[in-house]
């Protein structure tokens, strides 16, 4: 409504990017889980676990993207430093943004190499075996923490931008208390509102990396039908819980 409105913004750009980018991963990890669930055999070879995977690092380094790039936002809006450096950032908030969009293709650059040559590795090594994915499980989990470095990446930034955030908090209130004006002011509850939101992204993206281990464990254990479900669940449970937090807050 925004952009038809011509009141586009760097906030209307990340929330419509971060909204797409939910919708597209929700439905990946459903898609992927299901089949995991009811077509093993299809999912293990062939081409689909190869576009399912080419989908995935897109869709979830843009997610993750998208996140920190609001909890940076968020942060750059509401904390108070009186540092050169943080209101130089502060000043340029729109070109720090767009720097991160250079470190997401960066990250899609390192990303699609190392799937390709994962796949070519499999198809070199298990040419004349019936399951592919399940002969070289050491290499394939170490291959998925090379995979998931940007994103690894993308959470420090996050974690930084909380960790400030909280002692912008802390330096804030204490600065309340020697004046005797009180804590409810709206910096005060902009601060409260921006660190519910940081923090809730810290424990879902957590949740989320253990859910993605549990669906990637799959490969070592094919015939736990509940692992896969419950890998699911845990991983959808960040990008709905996250997403309502931002809504209701």
């Not at 576009?51 to 993207?65: G, H, T």
Request: proline letters at 2%; charged letters at 10%; aromatic letters at 16%.
């Amino acid at each position: 409504t925004d952009c038809v409105k011509n009141k586009f913004s760097m906030l209307s750009f990340i929330l419509t990017g971060l909204a797409i980018s939910r919708i597209c991963l929700i439905w990946l990890i459903i898609i992927n889980g299901f089949m995991q669930l009811f077509s093993p055999d299809t999912y293990s070879s062939g081409k689909l676990i190869e576009y399912i995977s080419y989908m995935w690092a897109i869709i979830n380094q843009s997610s993750i993207w998208f996140a920190t790039s609001l909890n940076i936002f968020y942060f750059l809006k509401i904390a108070n430093f009186s540092h050169y450096v943080f209101l130089w950032l502060k000043s340029r908030i729109n070109r720090i943004l767009l720097l991160l969009v250079g470190s997401l293709l960066i990250s899609w650059l390192l990303t699609f190499p190392q799937l390709v040559k994962i796949f070519n590795d499999h198809k070199m090594k298990t040419r004349n075996t019936t399951c592919p994915f399940k002969t070289v499980k050491s290499e394939y989990f170490i291959h998925q923490v090379l995979l998931n470095l940007g994103v690894i990446f993308f959470f420090i930034l996050s974690l930084i931008t909380c960790f400030l955030l909280i002692i912008s908090l802390w330096r804030h209130n204490r600065q309340m208390q020697s004046n005797a004006t009180g804590f409810r002011d709206p910096s005060t509850e902009a601060h409260v509102k921006a660190m519910k939101v940081l923090i809730s992204f810290i424990i879902l993206f957590i949740l989320y990396f253990i859910g993605f281990a549990i669906l990637m464990s799959y490969f070592a254990a094919p015939e736990n039908k509940l692992l896969v479900i419950f890998g699911m669940i845990t991983t959808t449970i960040y990008p709905w819980g996250h997403s309502f937090i931002l809504i209701l807050g």
